[in-house]
């Protein structure tokens, strides 16, 4: 069964502490995204990557970078860590557009 | 900025119900897909629409694309409960990304 795995289902964070949030995908996809999903706003693009070391920002980059070592993993850091970053965080990866993407599971940040 | 809007954004309604949420945007898309996502979890790919006017069942769900490529349906027949979740319409803006509709959050009592 094909898979993306974020490393964690839930985290609590204290203001100020860099975070990590690892996704990892078993199918070879070259793109991969995060995005952070809010409620009454949607799904919103934070960064993505279409190969292994290069990086795109989404619509909402700011308090976050991302990295892309290996084709398999990317992962999503949030530097110094607010309160207003609290959210559920989604990895996806694909391999085109049209053939739909693959989520994990989520990681729900609580930033106190 | 591109827009995906669904509609209704809420929808509670009783066991065997019928329904039907729409997905509409000023923008042409090379295909467009729905997902359904359950609390906790995140969203999983039900079906993907390529050509103008298709329509692809899956079950009791109908899925139906515009025949501009701009918007879809999704029709569910005789809800049941296990239908409970969010229903997010994605559309394909170049080769690699989507954007992702604003969502509609169903809830079918027993």
């Known amino acids: 069964d094909v898979k993306v795995t974020q490393s964690s289902r839930y985290l609590v964070k204290r203001t100020g502490e860099k975070v990590f949030l690892e996704c990892v995908q078993d199918?070879?996809?070259?793109?991969m995204f995060w995005y952070r999903q809010d409620p009454g706003l949607g799904l919103r693009l934070i960064y993505f990557s279409y190969d292994v070391k290069m990086k795109e920002k989404g619509d909402i980059p700011e308090g976050y970078s991302v990295s892309r070592e290996k084709k398999e993993r990317f992962s999503l850091i949030l530097e110094s860590a607010s309160t207003n970053q609290t959210s559920m965080y989604l990895c996806?990866?694909?391999?085109?557009?049209?053939?739909?993407?693959?989520f994990g599971s989520g990681t729900r940040l609580t930033v106190v | 900025t591109q827009l995906l809007e669904q509609s209704p954004q809420f929808l509670s309604i009783q066991e065997g119900e019928n329904l039907t949420v729409y997905c509409n945007s000023s923008s042409v898309f090379s295909s467009l897909q729905w997902y359904r996502q359950e609390p906790g979890e995140g969203p999983v790919l039900l079906v993907t629409v390529v050509t103008g006017g298709e329509v692809k069942k899956l079950k009791r769900l109908t899925f139906q694309f515009g025949d501009a490529r701009k918007d879809s349906s999704l029709h569910i027949t005789a809800a049941q409960p296990g239908d409970t979740g969010l229903y997010l319409c994605a559309g394909a803006i170049n080769t690699d990304k989507l954007i992702f509709g604003t969502g509609t959050r169903l809830q079918v009592f027993p």
């Open positions: 199918m070879d996809h070259e793109n």
């Open positions: 996806a990866s694909s391999r085109l557009a049209n053939y739909g993407y693959t």
